[in-house]
């Protein structure tokens, strides 16, 4: 298991940027594929991106394709998020998540292949 503990959340304007940073411990961080998911007010959670154990391969979204950036830090134990030219339909709670086993060395979009989970950091895009 690995815990996780989200930053960086926070309000935007339109256009604007943020990152989010997931500190992990544990000594197993980068064995783990890491994803970030996020749920809206009144909707389910869903895939935002994902990232190798590595970081060499990340997966996106359609919605945030080109957008955001995932990224990790092996030797900080942390994982990031940056988000750019934010929309007003980003506006969401954001988890970072690691995968449910180790060593797997895909960047998995499926939210139920994930074990563990932070608590959420808020993100509020206004227009």
């Known amino acids: 298991q690995v815990q996780l503990v989200e930053s960086g959340g926070g309000q935007a304007q339109a256009g604007g940027s943020l990152r989010l940073s997931c500190a992990a411990s544990g000594r197993t961080f980068s064995t783990f594929a890491l994803g970030w998911f996020r749920q809206a007010p009144g909707k389910e959670r869903e895939f935002v991106a994902a990232?190798?154990?590595?970081?060499?391969?990340?997966n996106y979204a359609d919605s945030v394709n080109g957008r955001f950036a995932i990224s990790r830090d092996n030797a900080k134990n942390t994982l990031y998020l940056q988000m750019n030219s934010q929309k007003p339909e980003d506006t969401a709670v954001y988890y970072c998540?690691?995968?449910?086993?180790?060593?797997?060395?895909?960047?998995?979009?499926?939210?139920?292949?994930?074990?563990?989970w932070g608590q959420g950091t808020q993100v509020t895009v206004s227009s």
């Open positions: 990232i190798t154990p590595s970081g060499i391969q990340t």
């Open positions: 998540a690691a995968y449910r086993y180790r060593y797997n060395y895909n960047a998995p979009a499926t939210e139920s292949e994930y074990g563990s």
